[in-house]
């Protein structure tokens, strides 16, 4: 383009002095405001992870690090691990989000800034904590909110205790997915009222980058948090502007239904393993109900009750932490706490006149609250279990308790900023509101300084805990008070100094308009940081009841989850236990017992172990389990899935190895003792892989003979696994009964995809190998394809001609190659939505100005 200067109207050429360049300048970098404003937040709550590479230590972050040692072992040696071995019996990794490593685009960028340039060890965390704040300072920018009023919403949304809690305790998965809730909700405004395809690709972008995080239960409520907002604005469209044609807005919801699908494409690299593996899993077996999904009272463990509620109001309503918490739920480490101010200028949203917008929300608020009571609430979760397709498959209700605290946040910076343009008539109410206030936080100060409410809150303590049926002894009942008594008074003076600057904010403009957001800001990070302090530090005022050295229960103070990182820092057994360990079981498997028997450890040493922890297990591994863990275990039943030794902390004396050997586990007196631990070795093992010449055909589920049934004969003493092997088909060919032993056969190679055996049968046989059994797995034999038979109701096994075979069982998840397909397709029609401007764009014409 030619452009010609033209001259000034009045015909002055004077050169003119520069305007001053920082103001300028300064605009220019305003995109970094809500960038550091986030990071201040996050250096205020996470000092130590920010600044000294301090890490958490949680029971379930060590538990996920174990198997990410041995996953990334794997891939460095070029295999991808998608089976793990090591736990329970096996189980998938990829559909059971043990180990996704390589499909969440960000955790690659996550890990080369901490391995390769040195950023602290929880970058992952603070990453996510971030981009999610500054996707809620984005959002509430649709609507034009100044900066004070936006840093309340980020304080209210990454300060809520439920969201510190996560990532406190190594929950990155649910943590990663919530982070892109504002995001998406901001996205969704933008695609309802204004309808660019640019936004439908960003959005859907952002949806699929949340499926791949790997937690569906906080996807699906995504998926409802959208849809009703979609649905809302059709009946009220949720813009400032004049009211859209119904055309319009029915074309815009389409829009949002590409979103939909373009994101559950991208994401089914995960999502489609994920639902395969559903149908196997704890979350996903019927129970005796006989329905699809979890039954309604598993499902339903982690509700709400209604004393949970109080805790949205005051932190220690229920009690704080595990020893003093008395609620319905079976542990609570932290409260849904959101505090009176907050819920208060939620409220006074309502006064922004985005009527639309704040009812939507608020209905939104209130109903995901009905659905984290659970089974508690009046029919609404009820409705969703029998209605909503796949919901009968979720659990722990109170998780949706994050869609009300990005509500309120949101609502809260409407509402604060409209209390800062109040006036004439409307001052008055403000005046009362004040006094409100006022009058709440000395009640709460005055209950806490003078201990007068002590003996109504303990009866109350223990009516909880009568009604949960969970003990409450004098000196758990006296930490909850002081806990209790200390928040009175923190959240007392709080709300007085809200209620004053409520007031003063009713008599003096300037302050009202200059001053009265930033001061309710700062009372919100005084407010919640009194309790997300409690979360990231419990030892600090929380308790802990432990087993004392006379067996007992004792109550001290909790632990301390923040600790030092170091580079070699790693989940690991001791050298010595896992060296005699490797010796003892080999390529069979240990039965832990005691403190170890949720251990992952056993896994970075090679060692197949029949404990472990995991929040999916198969629901097989879960039947086995309770005849092992729950009690005196089964030694029929170790026996069976080629458990070598048993791991106890310390010596069993006579009366109790003649007791476990009646149940089948025959152990050596001797023991050898490694690191606090005895391995006791079993007399009568069974092999892991073994020869059996003699079957039977599972009976038809009509006949009620199942899995359970089975575990109960071999628990039982009825059936014997050593010499017979039920299968689900008949095998090709029949295996033929002699008086000559069948000789052991020999593992080769025990990898995590692949596990290859030697076996020399002198006649047909059945080559059993004691692992769970999934779809992917492929056998062959002398690398000829071969049937795979199920064994005992869950095992492998294959049927052998006589002679010097090399068995080979084989992986690969059999919904990753088509999710994977899926996922390109829908990147690449995404893409194209994002390049869809400079698609259309037609280069302009040169043109020329002030012609000749």
Not at 656 to 677: C, K
């Amino acid at each position: 383009m030619v452009k010609r200067n033209r001259p000034c109207p009045s015909g002055d050429t004077t050169v003119k002095p520069a305007a001053p360049m920082w103001p300028g300048a300064l605009s220019r970098l305003s995109w970094l405001v809500p960038w550091l404003a986030v990071l201040v937040l996050l250096a205020l709550l996470y000092p130590g992870a920010m600044f000294q590479s301090k890490v958490f230590g949680s029971a379930d972050s060590s538990a996920a690090d174990a198997f990410r040692q041995v996953g990334d072992a794997a891939r460095q040696a070029g295999d991808y691990p998608f089976w793990n071995p090591y736990l329970f019996v096996g189980m998938p990794t990829f559909g059971s989000v043990a180990y996704t490593l390589g499909v969440y685009p960000p955790t690659v960028v996550f890990e080369f800034l901490q391995n390769r340039l040195g950023f602290p060890p929880l970058t992952w965390l603070l990453g996510h904590l971030l981009l999610g704040g500054v996707g809620l300072w984005w959002m509430l920018g649709r609507w034009n909110l100044p900066w004070s009023a936006r840093w309340l919403s980020c304080v209210a949304w990454l300060w809520f205790p439920r969201v510190v809690a996560w990532g406190v305790h190594g929950h990155g998965t649910k943590l990663g997915a919530a982070m892109a809730l504002p995001w998406l909700v901001g996205l969704t405004w933008e695609v309802l009222v204004r309808g660019r395809l640019r936004t439908v690709g960003l959005a859907a972008l952002v949806l699929g980058l949340q499926f791949l995080r790997g937690h569906p239960q906080i996807s699906y409520y995504t998926l409802l948090l959208l849809g009703m907002l979609t649905v809302w604005n059709l009946i009220w469209p949720l813009g400032d502007g004049p009211r859209p044609a119904m055309a319009v807005r029915l074309r815009r919801t389409g829009l949002m239904a590409v979103v939909v699908v373009l994101g559950l494409a991208m994401g089914s690299a995960l999502m489609l393993p994920i639902h395969e593996y559903a149908d196997m899993s704890t979350r996903g077996q019927s129970g005796a109900s006989g329905g699809s999904g979890d039954p309604f009272d598993y499902a339903t463990q982690w509700s709400m009750a209604p004393e949970d509620l109080g805790a949205v109001l005051i932190p220690t309503a229920a009690g704080f932490g595990k020893a003093t918490y008395v609620g319905r739920m079976p542990f609570n480490d932290y409260p849904n706490y959101i505090g009176v101010l907050l819920l208060g200028l939620a409220g006074a949203a309502w006064l922004s006149r985005r009527r639309s917008l704040v009812l939507a929300l608020g209905v939104v608020g209130l109903l995901a609250v009905l659905l984290a009571m659970g089974r508690f609430s009046p029919g609404v979760y009820q409705i969703c279990y029998a209605v909503l397709p796949y919901f009968s498959k979720l659990r722990v209700p109170s998780m949706v308790m994050v869609v009300p605290a990005l509500v309120v946040a949101v609502l809260a910076a409407h509402g604060a900023l409209a209390l800062t343009r109040l006036e004439g008539h409307a001052l008055k109410w403000l005046k009362r509101a004040a006094l409100a206030v006022l009058a709440l936080g000395g009640l709460m100060l005055a209950a806490g300084a003078s201990g007068a409410v002590e003996s109504t809150y303990v009866t109350h303590l223990k009516d909880l805990a009568a009604q949960a049926g969970k003990a409450t002894a004098p000196v758990l009942t006296h930490s909850a008070w002081s806990l209790h008594k200390a928040q009175l008074i923190r959240h007392g003076l709080v709300l007085l100094a809200a209620g004053g600057a409520l007031l003063l904010a009713s008599r003096r403009t300037s302050f009202r308009a200059n001053l009265l957001l930033p001061v309710l800001a700062l009372l919100v990070l005084v407010d919640l940081g009194s309790v997300v302090r409690l979360v990231t530090h419990p030892e600090r005022a929380l308790m802990d009841v432990v087993r004392g050295q006379d067996g007992g229960a004792q109550v001290v103070p909790a632990a301390r989850l923040e600790r030092t990182w170091r580079a070699n820092q790693r989940v690991a057994l001791p050298a010595e236990l896992a060296a005699a360990l490797q010796r003892v079981v080999g390529s069979d498997r240990v039965l832990p017992q005691g403190a170890d028997s949720g251990n992952n450890a056993f896994m970075t040493a090679g060692i197949h172990s029949l404990g472990g922890y995991h929040a999916a297990k198969p629901a097989s591994s879960e039947a086995v389990r309770r005849r092992l863990f729950g009690g005196i275990p089964s030694g029929h039943v170790a026996r069976w899935l080629g458990a070598a030794a048993v791991t106890y902390p310390g010596r069993l004396g006579a009366e109790s190895l003649s007791l476990l050997a009646e149940t089948g586990l025959d152990l050596d007196p001797e023991g050898e003792v490694a690191a606090g631990r005895v391995i006791y070795r079993l007399r009568n093992p069974l092999p892991r892989a073994r020869l059996i010449d003699t079957w039977r055909p599972a009976p038809l589920p009509q006949e009620g003979d199942g899995l359970e049934q089975f575990l109960d004969a071999v628990a039982d003493g009825r059936h014997d696994p050593g010499a017979v092997v039920t299968l689900n088909e008949q095998p090709h060919p029949l295996p033929e009964i002699g008086a000559e032993p069948l000789p052991r056969p020999e593992i080769r190679e025990d990898g995590l995809n692949r596990v290859v055996i030697h076996a020399v049968a002198p006649r047909p046989a059945l080559l059993l190998l004691a692992d769970t059994s999934a779809p992917g797995w492929r056998v062959f034999v002398d690398d000829e394809p071969a049937p795979l038979l199920v064994a005992d109701h869950m095992l492998r096994a294959v049927a052998l001609s006589a002679g010097d075979h090399e068995v080979r069982f084989e992986y690969r998840d059999p919904a990753f190659a088509l999710g994977r397909g899926l996922a390109l397709c829908g990147l690449a029609v995404t893409l194209m939505l994002l390049a869809w401007p400079w698609i259309r764009r037609v280069s302009p014409e040169t043109t020329v100005t002030g012609g000749e």
